[in-house]
């Protein structure tokens, strides 16, 4: 790891050498980023008191409180403070740990594929909601909900990096797949699959709650790639769920 980290100072820690650096090591430039990564944010992590830095987030929001909010806000602060130093922990790491032991990248996917289903139905329970995992796998639907007397399938996919999700099954790939095929060609998911579609950023095991009703008004040449800022009034909202069952 020495070696590496002097090969990428060497380059003024320009990101843009990434690609030269892998080629010389003979590593897959993803994986020296995803190194890299884990080593600064661990060194950094170290030099840093998260209690101090607790305290200075603490205050820096007090600070832009308005006055007729003080009261409030001295009620929780404490509070706020247990949560915060929590949740830089995890920025600390750059986000949950991911394959520390070095599985390989086409089984890690499907894990990561799985860990998203476990976060939200974990989330989903933690909630308050009645939420089973569904293992048969070719089901349209990775969990049902059972609330209110309506069962609410979903259908769960992970984020980890970038911003946009897609609302369209991957197209089937591999040697000998005819990639044109009508069978091969991922499709369109609707409300006919599922009725609620969550984005799970696998990072932080953020939810992004989505109601089939809004995504099937999308167009065909927008579903493949929706940003998340389109889906803002989503995040994190679990009355989605009650609004939907009771719109069923």
């Given amino acids: 790891m020495d070696e590496l980290v002097q090969a990428l100072k060497a380059q003024k820690y320009r990101k843009n050498s990434l690609k030269d650096i892998a080629r010389e090591h003979n ?6 980023k995803r190194l890299y990564q884990t080593k600064f944010f661990q060194d950094i992590a170290n030099e840093i008191n998260l209690d101090d830095l607790s305290t200075i987030t603490v205050e820096t ?3 832009n409180i308005p006055n007729q ?10 509070d706020l403070q247990k949560i915060i130093n929590k949740s830089l922990n995890i920025a600390m790491t ?21 860990s998203a289903e476990f976060i ?14 569904v293992d048969v796998r070719s089901s349209r639907y990775d969990a049902i909900i059972d609330y209110n007397k309506s069962l609410l399938r979903v259908q769960i996919k992970g984020i980890s990096s970038g911003n946009v999700i897609s609302f369209k099954d991957r197209d089937r790939g591999g040697q000998g ?14 409300k ?16 992004y ?26 995040k994190e909202n679990w009355n989605i769920v009650k609004e939907v069952a009771q719109s069923n």
């Avoid at 590593?27 to 020296?32: C, D, N, Q």
């Avoid at 949950?96 to 799985?114: E, K, L, W, Y």
């Avoid at 939200?120 to 995992?133: E, P, Q, T």
């Fill in 177 to 190: 797949i005819d990639h044109h095929h009508e069978r091969n060609i991922g499709q369109r998911i609707t």
């Fill in 27 to 32: 590593i897959k430039e993803s994986e020296l």
């Fill in 192 to 207: 006919e699959d599922c009725d609620i579609y969550v984005a799970v950023d696998k990072q932080v095991a953020l939810c």
């Fill in 120 to 133: 939200f139905v974990a989330r989903a329970i933690l909630a308050g909601f009645n939420c089973s995992s």
């Fill in 94 to 114: 750059n986000g949950f740990i991911t394959n520390i032991n070095h599985v390989n990248s086409g089984v890690m996917t499907a894990n990561a594929g799985d």
């Fill in 69 to 78: 909010l003080i009261e409030e806000f001295k009620f929780i602060r404490t």
């Fill in 209 to 234: 709650i989505i109601p089939m009703s809004w995504v099937d008004t999308l167009k065909d040449d927008e579903i493949k790639s929706v940003n998340l800022s389109k889906v803002q009034n989503y």
């Fill in 61 to 63: 929001i007090e600070s």
